[in-house]
């Protein structure tokens, strides 16, 4: 399901959550989301699926890293600047589920996580991590 291209009639539909409600901004310091517009929203291009919004700890980005996904480290090359302890990120929804089944997953923001999660991830599950 892709949100970059309308229905040929000017309509695009609005991205919605997993709560079913719109979907609400990740961040946009640092800029995130896949489109960098600070939404955990897809698209056909988006392979990953960067749609989970999490709250970075230090222990999941130390986590990240040892399985081979270093959000922690700046590339100035693609202007990111690195995630941070407290930052909101979206994250590959595959990447969380494997965080959550290593005990390592972080917290996330349910208003900020988009639909398509949950084809993989339980709500349940999502519900667990919600922050307050």
Not at 24 to 48: A, E, H, L, Q
Not at 53 to 75: H, Q, R
Request: net charge negative; proline share 6%.
């Amino acid at each position: 399901m892709s949100y970059t291209n309308g229905n040929g009639n000017g309509y695009q539909p609005k991205p919605k959550n997993v709560l079913g409600g719109e979907l609400k901004s990740c961040c946009t310091d640092p800029m995130t989301g896949f489109y960098r517009d600070g939404y955990c929203r897809t698209g056909v291009d988006d392979t990953g699926r960067h749609t989970v919004c999490i709250v970075a700890t230090d222990e999941f980005l130390a986590y990240s890293k040892a399985v081979g996904n270093d959000l922690s480290t700046p590339m100035p090359q693609y202007a990111f600047p690195g995630v941070n302890d407290g930052d909101r990120w979206c994250l590959c929804m595959l990447r969380w589920r494997e965080a959550f089944e290593a005990g390592m997953a972080p917290r996330v923001i349910l208003e900020a996580c988009h639909e398509s999660v949950l084809k993989v991830i339980p709500l349940e599950h999502l519900q667990k991590y919600a922050a307050a």
